[in-house]
């Protein structure tokens, strides 16, 4: 790309954002790069972004939607490296414990499909749901509930106001970035592990991967420098799941 020492990062508002502000743009400076946050609302708006040339790379995802969103796109996108990512936790005002969960309870997950059809696997895998096998993660809705035995009132609303309908419904999924935007990270009764799949990324044009603005970043990312700002207790990122390679160094 033109101006070659400049970085552009595509994130999400919250924690990725800051994990690339604290744990990789001082990297990348040290060699020579300057650093560029751009914040995005959605999730649509920053793969087509990092299409389209407006920013070299982005961190918000995971590979089962990276691969899914280019593949109905027609986009050419590619995952660098895998990042510490906050897990969807379950959070209530009204039970303590997931055995407290009473038939008929209104839960609220976020309603735009990726997440949506992870939090309807979480739920299958705490036991309160089965879904359909041949779930979409880019369509998924409330209909791939194949059976809801404890007849849960399922209600899909916009992620950023999960953290609000805790008020209101009886548990709420909640991602980990709108948690952590919330306050309420620390209050979680049940949190979920991530399988790889679903461990946030760094992603990059294809064509880019071997180039060198990439190695750079992939370096900052496998660097001390990097595991120390995530394994500082005082910040949130400690909390975080670490990706396979981070649990082997």
Request: aromatic share 8%; net charge positive.
């Amino acid at each position: 790309f033109s101006e070659s020492k400049k970085n552009v990062f595509g994130v999400a508002p919250g924690p990725y954002g800051d994990l690339i502000k604290q744990a990789v743009k001082p990297g990348l400076e040290k060699k020579g790069y300057k650093v560029e946050l751009k914040e995005f609302s959605d999730y649509v708006q920053p793969n087509l972004a990092l299409a389209n040339k407006s920013i070299n790379a982005n961190a918000f995802q995971h590979s089962v939607y990276l691969e899914k969103f280019s593949a109905d796109k027609g986009l050419k996108l590619s995952s660098l490296i895998t990042i510490p990512t906050a897990s969807l936790g379950v959070y209530s005002k009204k039970f303590k414990s997931l055995s407290e969960i009473k038939d008929g309870s209104s839960v609220t997950i976020a309603n735009d499909p990726t997440n949506l059809a992870r939090a309807l696997k979480y739920l299958e895998t705490l036991g309160l749901i089965k879904i359909k096998s041949d779930i979409d993660p880019t369509k998924a809705s409330e209909k791939d509930v194949a059976e809801n035995p404890k007849k849960l009132k399922i209600q899909p609303i916009e992620a950023a106001q999960l953290p609000r309908s805790i008020e209101s419904a009886d548990f709420s999924l909640v991602n980990g970035n709108y948690a952590i935007s919330a306050g309420i990270w620390s209050t979680a009764i049940h949190r979920e592990t991530l399988i790889e799949g679903h461990i946030n990324l760094i992603a990059v044009r294809t064509e880019d991967i071997d180039k060198q603005f990439a190695k750079d970043i992939k370096d900052v990312v496998l660097s001390n420098e990097f595991l120390d700002v995530v394994n500082d207790p005082k910040n949130i990122f400690k909390d975080f799941q670490k990706p396979e390679w981070l649990l082997k160094k």
